[in-house]
């Protein structure tokens, strides 16, 4: 598998998993933290004689729990022990061949939680005698809404359980999972917020129109053995495979739009070098597995700093070294900055190749909608707004402003120096150029009025007489 010495979570989790405790890491993806607990209970397994299903595996994608199956078997060579993944979204024959292995008993489920429960509530899968149970990405099993699913199979496993629990993130939810499920837990935690050492981060500067030309100027120039291009809008997927299929690379994507079994395709042909640059939406930022990638290009900026270092991380995994590159518009600039303060480091930012033309000015202040970012709230730009949700423009108390004057503590007009209360019953005179009213208009206006006063009239403009 490519392991000449354990890496830092490996280092720290196999000797705490072999001497049977519960346990919590907090390590990014791309340190080893699969084979951190499969090789221990793997260990654990060819000396236990089981004759029941000994481990669970809970993982958020169905992507991860394929991934794991193949880490087994390629990890268990020489140990007797069976695996089997349990996923949603296949077919139906799947769902039979999984209720067949999950009847006939294996040492191993990987399973993601949702399909789990289904196959759980037949009363077929049999948990009683767990001894091991490993939740794998469990921020983003908790991220996707599994939260009450996890309690539920948990709840049907026996107490006297081994469990660890694996995370990219430690937010409170996590420590609050973790207090319900795990006794005692050892804890390891890895810096996560930092991606691996080995990863050469550049950042370009980069109106929308510039990012394909600039990606072939870069495909050109980078000696690519294998890359991953992420985008946010699922959109994009196929419009970047189409332009990179013209200019002469081989290229496939992948996005929650297509079929599992056209996303499995199009990851088993980039694995088996069929496809030397793979497109993908961030359904692929996490967890999953590829040897020797070189290359990682954020096509726009991440929505979140944290799917930044998962994305990147998809390179330099274990000790390798690798590539990421990040192409920002003019409307995400202010998301370099939160990235940066994550991984507290300053990102370099490149300037664009000669005859690319300007590229955007650098402003981290800049927001998503063009203006300046203070401290990012949104801001209305006619005004302030009232509770009820409507502008209040006209009683604005800035300079030049139209409508008149208010108070800021109580919002009252502003009385002038010079005012002095009008005579009872005196009208206001008429401002200078102002018009006499229309007698003709007030006539019919009036005689508008009196033709609506009686119900009759009423009647007949919503239901006019037939002729």
């Known amino acids: 598998m490519g392991y000449r010495t354990p890496t830092p979570v490996q280092e720290q989790a196999i000797p705490l998993i072999l001497e049977n405790k519960d346990m919590i890491a907090c390590a ?8 951190a607990y499969l090789l221990p209970l793997l260990d654990r397994i060819s000396h236990g004689n089981y004759d029941h299903t000994s481990t669970l595996v809970l993982v958020p994608t169905r992507e991860l729990a394929k991934q794991i199956d193949e880490q087994v078997e390629g990890f268990g ?6 695996s089997i993944a349990i996923y949603g979204g296949s077919k139906g024959d799947e769902w039979d061949q999984q209720k067949r292995a999950l009847t006939g008993g294996a040492d191993i489920i990987i399973a993601t939680p949702g399909r789990l429960m289904s196959h759980m509530a037949l009363g077929y899968v049999k948990l009683d005698k767990l001894n091991y149970l490993v939740l794998d990405e469990a921020d983003k099993m908790l991220d996707m809404g599994f939260m009450d699913d996890i309690l539920k199979i948990v709840r049907s496993l026996p107490t006297n359980r081994q469990t660890l629990l694996f995370s990219a993130t430690m937010p409170k939810k996590i420590r609050d ?6 006794q005692d837990p050892a804890q390891i935690n890895l810096a996560i917020s930092k991606p691996a050492e080995g990863i050469d981060q550049r950042l370009y500067l980069a109106y929308d129109n510039q990012k394909l ?20 809008r699922k959109s994009n997927v196929s419009q970047i495979v189409r332009s990179l299929r013209k200019m002469g690379f081989a290229a496939d994507g992948i996005q929650s739009d297509l079929t599992q079994e056209e996303r499995e395709k199009a990851l088993q042909g980039f694995k088996n070098k069929q496809y030397q640059i793979l497109v993908a939406t961030d359904i692929m930022s996490r967890g999953i597995d590829i040897d020797s990638l070189s290359h990682v290009v954020n096509f726009d900026m991440p929505q979140d700093a944290e799917d930044y270092v998962h994305r990147v991380g998809r390179t330099a995994r274990a000790a390798s070294t690798g590539v990421a590159i990040t192409f920002v518009n003019e409307k995400d600039m202010y998301r370099v900055r939160k990235v940066e303060q994550l991984i507290e480091r300053e990102l370099p930012k490149l300037p664009l190749p000669e005859g690319f033309g300007a590229a955007p000015t650098y402003d981290p202040t800049r927001r998503d909608d063009g203006r300046g970012g203070g401290r990012g709230g949104r801001q209305s730009s006619g005004g302030s707004r009232s509770s009820n949700g409507r502008q209040n423009n006209r009683r604005s108390s800035n300079p030049g402003s139209s409508g008149t004057p208010r108070s800021v503590d109580n919002n009252r ?3 002038p120096a010079n005012y002095k209360p009008r005579p009872e019953g005196e009208r206001a005179p008429r401002a200078e150029g102002q018009p006499a009213n229309d007698k003709r208009r007030r006539d019919n206006r009036n005689s508008n009025k009196a033709a609506g006063a009686t119900p009759e009239a009423q009647q007949n403009r919503q239901n006019p007489p037939q002729e």
């Open 77 to 82: 060579y020489y140990v007797s022990a069976s």
């Open 213 to 232: 030309p600039l990606l072939e100027h870069l495909l050109q120039q980078q000696d690519v053995q294998s890359m991953i291009i992420f985008t946010s």
């Open 413 to 415: 007009p502003i009385k």
């Open 28 to 35: 990014q993806t791309g340190t080893g933290k699969t084979a």
């Open 177 to 182: 999972l973790a207090q319900q499920i795990l």
